[in-house]
């Protein structure tokens, strides 16, 4: 027979086997795959990569780093970040900002990569690879200027030019970022003579 001190000793052992378990369980951090988006429109201007995190729930900070292709205008910043998980946090977003140019482009990779945390470890999935597609459609050379209609007073004439050209976006509707018209304002000569008008009888 157990004495009841003795079961009091037992369940506080218990409990603290328990948190010793808790405790020492190693935080594994891993990059969340999502396969319906690894081909962003470069317009985005923002993609969200969710991090997991199992095992461990202390304080962690991960450090990561978004890197691409060397390019004309790279779609985003290489660079290397760090993401902090709170106590008992178990996942978390990396937000990667898209370098948004008006210059037409091929397709272009970067990737974000876990690199490692302040208290856990990295897990399988550390690296993810994205292609940022573009939406800038190929321009073709502006059209002459046409000369709009002279109007207003002598002392105020103006006219409105305008000018077109063609865009070709090559059958891919992503491609729509392209100015096909333009305008100026242009001052008239003033060749205009002013009219009087005369008072009855004079």
């Known amino acids: 027979m157990v004495k009841p001190g003795a079961w009091n000793l037992l369940v506080v052992l218990v409990v603290i086997l328990q948190c010793q378990t808790a405790h020492s369980q190693v935080s594994v951090f891993n990059l969340v795959p999502d396969f319906t ?9 923002v993609l969200n990569v969710n991090v997991t995190r199992g095992g461990g729930t202390e304080p962690s900070t991960v450090t990561y780093t978004v890197t691409s ?8 910043d290489n660079d290397t970040l760090t993401l ?30 876990l690199v490692n945390a302040s208290s856990g470890s990295i897990g399988t999935t550390s690296s993810l690879t994205y292609s940022a ?7 073709g050379d502006w059209n002459g200027w046409v000369e ?5 007073p002598c002392d105020g004439r103006f006219r409105t ?42």
């Open 148 to 152: 709009g209609v002279c109007g207003g």
């Open 37 to 45: 988006s690894t081909i962003i429109l470069e317009g985005q201007m």
């Open 161 to 202: 030019d305008t000018r077109t050209r063609t865009c070709n976006n090559f059958s891919d509707p992503f491609r729509t970022n392209c100015i096909t018209s333009d305008t100026r304002t242009v001052a008239c000569p003033i060749t205009c003579v002013p009219t009087t008008t005369k008072a009855p009888g004079c």
């Open 133 to 139: 597609r573009d939406d800038d459609q190929i321009p």
């Open 84 to 113: 902090m998980f709170e106590q008992d946090q178990t996942q978390a977003v990396i937000p990667v900002q898209l370098v948004d140019d008006a210059i037409p482009e091929t397709s272009q990779p970067f990737v974000v990569t």
């Open 69 to 76: 292709e060397p390019a004309v205008s790279p779609v985003v």
